[in-house]
């Protein structure tokens, strides 16, 4: 008779020996009764069943059945419970086994024998266990020479396309993902994390070497898998090209990489980088949590979080409740794309929540950022509260040497370190000084918060705000494009398409030419507010100098404010509220101007539809309730800015100081005391002066 161990039992056999287990003592219900996962009040071949579905994605269960599925009692439903699940249908309860007879031990040797018969050795489950893994077929039962993985010691790797389940721990495994193209081209492997931890001291715990397709982490709900590199790595690789490169993050795949699942998955890059993609990298769904010495989510190709069929704009339900990202960086970006041909080099946010906090930039798409929707928090560096001209690099400091050929873009105090929040780059010639094209940085939807030490926004080429609430506080620029800055694309009268809050900055919206078409901006200065083609952005994005940037002219550019709200208040000083190099051109929309020159332009001034506010005190004292009415006094929009006066220019509403304000609906509600109304009726109040600047005038004119 064959010899029994802990693991002879499969599925197969259980539904063989169907009529001996219907013989075998019912357990009685209870409100938590262990075994009893489909929740029927008793342990038996269905609950068999139900468990092994689960483990292989095939079926949910509820809160209570998970519980009850942990046999073993160790907080984690896996390969142990369904096998503890099955003795306790073949034998009665775990505590007191009923021993066999010897038909039920017949029965079972003629099952053992049906086992190896439908076994193909091909391996399903791994379960790592210290310095040994165990391989478990589809039905539980464990096999040594497996056709599709291969073991040695802890160290794992997969050789055939297909689904495993991944469970247990060791400290010094890896799980490795290496697939023949000439066997299978279209190979695409999942690994269903169950309760994994996973670290090694010297290579990539997680390392895709080739998959012919894709290899999709699944991470199963309910657990919690933490995968850790050392602080050295001796791992590396061949490329395309023959060149040896370095495996330099705990997750590394050299191929596309998706992640998903509603489970928790902890990546500790203790050596560089934390979670790594060569060629595209998906994150659709669970709970992400990445800690990296340099960066710490990057993909080749692409970074694409939140799954664009959830959208609504593509008929989904746009729920990503379940998407949940959090990255820390001590010594690089948060989240980035690196290549740099025009198809590649993007970053796509599309939903969920999303927290950065980085040493360098927040995120970095080398060709195009963009943002569809979710809740994003960024902070980088220091944040918005760095003063100090103090440097990071000693003799290659372009701001100490003032030798930049580009010029610096006037603030003194910003880092010497790239720390943006959001920065897409574009292509540049070799020498890295002149822009080819991309680096566009379009924002259609979502929540963005940003605290930044740098430029809250930057992009090489256009930029492109259509939607969204963004609060973006930065000891430099809130907003800089080398090239097109857009804001709206509504009519004069919306103001909440799109809602920009400033509270912090040196400039706040910066371009070569800058379009306001709708949507509410609110900007509060240390220098100009608007500043059309302004300079040459120091900081730069240039990708061979960190240091250029783009030749944003000194002599050209344009402002044309077309709707919306646009309220600025600059600090005392030679500070412009709207300031163009060239050509400032109004043709409808409501404008508060606060600084020692209101609206400053190099070229021709033209207002068509226009209604301004101005006002010379350069004060930040922010305190008056100020509205734009029409005909019938009824409130346009209203804000507060700064006290101390004001004059009225334009045709199509008045303007009123002071009052109350009932009713109506508010826009950047994350501004507190300075949010703006919309409607609403006006109590008190009194009439602006009417400004006597209007009209066109000559280059170098100052309102």
């Known amino acids: 008779m064959k010899k029994h161990n802990r693991f002879s039992h499969s599925l197969a056999g259980i539904l063989a020996a169907g009529a001996m287990c219907a013989a075998l003592p019912v357990l009685s219900s209870s409100a938590a009764l262990t075994g009893d996962v489909n929740l029927d009040g008793k342990v038996d071949v269905l609950d068999v069943v139900t468990l092994q579905k689960y483990l292989l994605n095939k079926q949910s269960i509820t809160r209570e059945g998970y519980n009850n599925a942990d046999v073993t009692g160790d907080g984690i439903v896996n390969i142990y419970d369904l096998l503890a699940t099955k003795k306790q249908v073949i034998y009665g309860t775990p505590s007191q086994p009923e021993q066999p007879t010897e038909t039920e031990t017949e029965t079972e040797t003629e099952t053992e024998t049906e086992t190896q018969n439908v076994s193909d050795g091909t391996a399903a489950s791994i379960v790592y266990n210290g ?59 999942t690994l269903s994390f169950e309760g994994l931890t996973l670290s090694n001291s010297s290579v990539a715990p997680v390392y895709v070497e080739n998959v012919g397709d894709a290899v999709t982490i699944s991470v199963k709900k309910e657990t919690v898998n933490t995968i850790s590199d050392g602080t050295t790595h001796t791992d590396s690789y061949t490329n395309s090209s023959g060149e040896v490169k370095e495996i330099n993050s705990a997750i590394f795949s050299r191929d596309d990489l998706k992640i998903k699942g509603k489970g928790t998955l902890i990546v500790n890059g203790n050596y560089q980088d934390g979670l790594v993609s060569k060629n595209d990298l998906k994150i659709w769904n669970g709970t992400i949590q990445v800690t990296a010495q340099d960066d710490g ?71 195009e950022f963009t943002m569809n929707g979710g809740d994003v928090t960024i902070y980088t560096y220091q944040g918005s509260a760095y003063g100090s001209s103090g440097s990071t690099s000693t003799s290659t400091d372009p701001w100490s040497s003032g030798s930049m050929g580009m010029g610096m873009d006037g603030n003194a105090n910003k880092t010497d370190i790239s ?12 020498a890295g000084t002149t822009w080819q094209s991309m680096g566009n940085l379009i924002i259609n939807g979502g929540n963005l918060t940003i605290d930044s030490s740098d430029d809250a926004l930057h992009c090489g080429g256009d930029m492109t705000v259509v939607g969204g609430v963004l609060t973006l506080s930065s000891a430099d620029d809130g907003m800089h494009s080398d090239h097109a800055l857009t804001i709206g694309q509504g009519t004069a009268n919306t103001f909440d398409d799109v809602q920009i809050y400033i509270p912090k900055c040196y400039e706040g919206v910066e371009g070569v030419n800058i379009v306001q078409n709708s949507g ?25 100098n960190p240091w250029g940037g783009g030749a944003m002219s000194t002599s050209s550019g344009s402002l044309t404010l ?50 301004f506010i101005t006002m010379t005190g350069g004060n930040t004292s922010l305190t008056t309730r100020y509205s734009f009415t029409d005909n019938s006094g009824n409130v346009i929009v209203s804000f507060v800015s700064a006290s101390g006066g004001g004059l009225y220019s334009g045709s199509s509403a008045s303007a009123q100081s002071g009052g109350t304000v009932s009713g109506g609906t508010t826009v950047i509600a994350q501004a507190g005391d300075k949010a703006v109304t919309v409607g609403g009726t006006l109590s008190g109040g009194q009439a602006l002066g009417q400004s006597s600047g209007s009209g066109q005038t000559g280059p170098g004119t100052r309102w």
């Open 419 to 430: 720390a943006k929040g959001i920065k897409s780059v574009g292509l540049y010639d070799e």
């Open 297 to 367: 989510i990057k993909g080749g190709n692409s970074v694409r979080i939140g799954d664009p069929d959830t959208l609504v704009a593509n008929g989904g339900d746009g729920d990503y409740s379940n998407l949940n990202i959090t990255v820390k960086t001590s010594g690089g970006d948060g989240i980035k794309s690196t290549e740099t041909d025009t198809d590649k080099g993007f970053v796509i946010i599309n939903g969920g929540t999303v927290n950065i906090n980085s040493y360098a930039d927040g995120i970095q798409a080398e060709q």
């Open 131 to 189: 310095s040994s893994v165990a391989l478990y077929d589809i039905n539980g039962a464990e096999i040594t020479n497996a056709t599709n993985v291969t073991v040695d010691g802890a160290y794992v790797t997969i050789t055939a396309a297909g689904d495993y389940s991944v469970s247990g721990s060791s400290d010094n495994g890896q799980l490795k993902v290496s697939t023949d193209n000439n066997v299978d081209a279209a190979a695409a492997v």
């Open 562 to 611: 077309n709707g919306g709200l646009g309220i600025v208040n600059s600090a005392s000083g030679d500070h412009d509220a709207f300031d163009s190099n060239g050509s400032f051109t109004v043709t409808g929309g409501y404008y508060c101007a606060n600084g020692q020159e209101p609206m400053d332009y190099d070229g021709t001034f033209s207002n068509n539809g226009g209604s």
């Open 520 to 544: 509410t901006v609110y900007v509060i200065s240390g220098d100009d507010g608007y500043n059309a083609a302004g300079g040459a952005d120091g900081s730069g994005t240039g990708n061979t």
